[in-house]
């Protein structure tokens, strides 16, 4: 039985469910509980102790049918179920004619000091710093303030670089309208400019990082300790910001009006994120399609065969010329069978459908960032989604790829979703999307 | 074990006797439920508002006999409203008392050293079992029997908290400093419940057995309310519960819960009502539906739910 275990639990591995040592160990102990003869004890005991997560019951439900098969009808009791599984109908449990795989040996699991316990040494120890601590932090603060005045001296220096950065750019290709059509060979011309866009916002992000590292006087800090010293302080108390893991959801329109934008916004978003659990890509046109894995492979790994069924408009699909190690946006989202480009978009459906998912972002922990136009083809916009999705996260960021005085004529909902939004950025151009993805970087 | 022996827990038996309280238990919750009790893990059961993910426990408590201990989550809680309290009304009477009685009590001494030590104990007392206030954990935990842990909406406390709980449930002891380290006599049944509002850490999931509890399908649902609701006829049974299901597949803000589609069946019941007739939803809807759009929405497309 533990052998099959073992398989099943490979089986779901493969499948790209997490299953721990310690869940198979559990998950035998509930076997040998409620015992391998009746099937639906059987499936409730492995669903329980294997699968942590709503997002895995289906992946465990499919592997598991095809696994553990029920017997055919009017076949004998020895007659095996299914290859490579184990016969549930019977008493006994056999194995399949393929041999058996070993037993992983799993490592034992490095031992560390818990929480309370560390806090529990913090109190024991000794209060109040020694001479030698003190004389040591006196030493680091000379050196700290010579440091600032390096620092400052840099700042200063970078200051006057960096608008020599864009002088010899042409100032037009950076601020073309992204909404109005354009050839491939301008696709092209504007995608050249995307790694310089991206290598320019992470040095921005370094920077940030850096100043944060120390973090800000902590005024409260400084007079305890004062108050505990007769007044002087031997240490500048600085408060570090807590580190947070934020997860972000993005939530893009790749309708045929945005496509372009989108390519752009997700070009420089994935080189700066690092796509997986933590952050996901939600692509829709009428309804959200997890486009995760297929991003995270952009650039990286040809993409399924799949090409984009032909132009309805006798012109190029938007994003042929956005294209990473030949690898173009278009294609891309030919590759991803789920969505449908021909669709009209609606927005409202889009975010009913995300608030319905598992991917929907949640928590205080999470951001979602979405880039359309909100042009719902007046389609119900069902604004209150958003309200619920907005309420359920730390914060919305929304990069419109239109002008602002549009915002809101023909069939455009933005006004009916700006109430629940927290961040708007005019994102026409890849300026504004740069700007737009910095923001998000500055939530991060 | 408390209530029951060892040998009586059997998933049939815990669907007996959620049955006898009229809970429908389905094979997968009493399959759960009795290798939680076998396996001695925690359960975490997952869904969304109102399928009876906290009904689960505080039934599981009736089944066994014995105390419910419910820590309700929110947003800011920590350990002090969770785990215990120093009662510093009783720590300050005490010293007040204490200060009468000092010279007293210092009468006995014949030098500085049994002064100090005398006045030694007498602090120590400050940080004694006696001016501790238990909450939900520690209770659970010192209890003399062992009780229900139901640890409620866990999705709505802070990441911080939940990393301590991952401490609590694992070992089932708590640290004190001025008191050393309380160990649980008795196991807690442990159930956590979430709305999946919050990703929760793999590590607590790990932790846990894991139950998502969904909506029940038609015919559970009918039986519930056929059991809740002995006065409803059965035509009318059946088509209460047909227009609930219904509005969960809809685009509704708040899809209605067990608990409302029960509401809902006896306010039926209380109106004397034989159909479900524009005029009696007008009047009842508010019932089964918590959001006036949702009621506004679902009147004016009727004829698609009723159907």
């Given at each position: 039985m533990i052998e099959a275990l073992s398989r099943f639990v490979e089986a779901l591995r493969a499948e790209g469910l997490q299953v721990s040592p310690a869940e198979v160990v559990d998950a035998a102990r509930a076997v040998d509980a409620v015992g391998p003869e009746r099937r639906g004890p059987f499936r409730a005991a492995l669903r329980a102790t294997l699968v942590k997560r709503t997002e895995g019951l289906t992946v465990f439900d499919r592997v598991f049918e095809r696994f553990f098969a029920p017997p055919a009808r009017g076949s004998g009791r020895g007659e095996r179920a299914a290859k490579g599984g184990v016969e549930t109908g019977g008493q006994r449990t056999t194995r399949s004619q393929?041999?058996?795989?070993?037993?992983?040996?799993?490592?034992?699991?490095?031992?560390?000091?818990?929480?309370?316990?560390?806090r529990e040494a913090e109190r024991a120890r000794p209060r109040g710093p020694s001479p030698e601590t003190l004389r040591e932090r006196l030493r680091r603060l000379q050196l700290s303030g010579e440091r600032l005045v390096g620092r400052v001296r840099r700042v200063v220096a970078r200051r006057e670089v960096v608008p020599e950065r864009h002088a010899g750019e042409p100032p037009d290709l950076l601020r073309r309208q992204l909404k109005v059509p354009a050839t491939t060979e301008e696709e092209r011309r504007l995608a050249e400019l995307v790694p310089r866009i991206v290598e320019e916002l992470r040095l921005r992000r370094g920077r940030r990082l850096r100043r944060s590292r120390r973090g800000r006087l902590w005024a409260r800090q400084l007079f305890r300790e004062s108050a505990g010293r007769e007044g002087v302080s031997f240490t500048l108390p600085f408060r570090r910001p807590r580190l947070r893991k934020t997860r972000v959801?993005?939530?893009?329109?790749?309708?045929?009006?945005?496509?372009?934008?989108?390519?752009?916004?997700?070009?420089?978003?994935?080189?700066l994120l690092e796509l997986g659990r933590r952050h996901r890509v939600v692509l829709?046109?009428?309804?959200?399609?997890?486009?995760?894995?297929?991003?995270?492979?952009?650039?990286?790994r040809a993409l399924a065969a799949a090409t984009p069924s032909a132009p309805p408009r006798g012109r190029p699909r938007p994003g042929e010329g956005i294209a990473r190690r030949g690898d173009s946006f278009?294609?891309?989202?030919?590759?991803?069978?789920?969505?449908?480009?021909?669709?009209?978009?609606?927005?409202?459906?889009?975010?009913?459908?995300l608030l319905r998912s598992p991917l929907r972002p949640r928590g205080r922990d999470t951001v979602l960032v979405v880039l359309g136009d909100a042009r719902t083809n007046r389609f119900d916009p069902l604004p209150w989604a958003l309200e619920e999705i907005s309420r359920q996260c730390r914060g919305v960021l929304w990069l419109v790829p239109e002008p602002r005085d549009r915002w809101g004529e023909g069939d455009s909902a933005l006004e009916t979703y700006l109430p629940y939004v927290d961040t708007v950025v005019e994102a026409t151009d890849l300026e504004g999307l740069a700007r737009g993805v910095g923001k998000l970087l500055g939530r991060l | 074990m408390s209530g029951k022996k060892a040998e009586e827990l059997t998933p049939e038996a815990i669907e007996a006797g959620f049955e006898k309280h009229g809970f429908v238990c389905t094979g997968e919750v009493s399959t759960a439920l009795y290798l939680s009790e076998r396996l001695e893990k925690p359960l975490l059961l997952e869904g969304p508002p109102g399928v009876g993910k906290t009904e689960i426990a505080k039934l599981w408590a009736q089944f066994h006999e014995t105390d419910l201990v419910r820590l309700q989550c929110y947003?800011?809680?920590?350990?002090?409203?969770?785990?215990?309290?120093?009662?510093?009304?009783?720590?300050?009477?005490?010293?007040?008392?204490?200060?009468?009685?000092?010279?007293?009590?210092?009468?006995?001494?014949?030098?500085?050293?049994?002064?100090?030590a005398l006045l030694k104990s007498e602090a120590d007392e400050f940080f004694s079992r006696d001016f501790l206030l238990p909450r939900p954990l520690l209770a659970a935990i010192v209890a003399d029997r062992p009780v229900v842990l139901l640890i409620d909406e866990v999705d709505r406390s802070d990441e911080e908290f939940e990393a301590f709980l991952l401490e609590v449930l694992s070992d089932y002891q708590v640290s004190i400093p001025e008191i050393g380290t309380i160990r649980a006599r008795h196991?807690?049944?442990?159930?956590?419940?979430?709305?999946?509002?919050?990703?929760?850490?793999?590590?607590?999931?790990?932790?846990?057995?894991?139950l998502y509890v969904d909506y029940p399908s038609f015919e559970d649902e009918l039986k519930i309310v056929r059991s809740r609701a002995p006065g409803l006829s059965e035509s009318l049974a059946e088509r209460v519960v047909r227009f609930a299901?219904?509005?969960r597949k809809a685009d509704l803000r708040k899809a209605p819960g067990i608990a409302e589609v029960v509401d809902w069946a006896l306010a039926l019941v209380a109106v004397g009502a034989d159909g479900l007739e524009r005029t009696v939803l007008r009047r009842t809807l508010g019932v089964l539906l918590k959001n006036r759009e949702d009621v506004e929405r679902v009147l004016q497309d009727l004829s698609r739910f009723r159907s």
């Open positions: 393929e041999e058996p795989a070993p037993l992983r040996r799993w490592p034992a699991e490095p031992v560390r000091p818990r929480p309370a316990l560390r959801v993005l939530l893009v329109d790749v309708s045929w009006s945005t496509a372009r934008a989108a390519g752009y916004f997700l070009w420089i978003a994935t080189e829709f046109v009428d309804r959200p399609v997890d486009a995760t894995e297929t991003l995270a492979r952009w650039g990286r278009a294609s891309l989202l030919g590759s991803l069978r789920d969505l449908n480009l021909e669709a009209p978009s609606d927005y409202g459906r889009a975010f009913h459908a | 947003e800011g809680l920590d350990e002090a409203k969770a785990l215990y309290e120093w009662s510093y009304g009783k720590q300050m009477l005490y010293a007040q008392l204490l200060r009468e009685k000092t010279s007293e009590l210092l009468a006995g001494a014949s030098s500085l050293h049994g002064a100090m196991r807690p049944k442990v159930v956590l419940t979430s709305n999946d509002t919050r990703d929760l850490a793999d590590a607590l999931r790990r932790r846990c057995l894991y299901q219904s509005l």
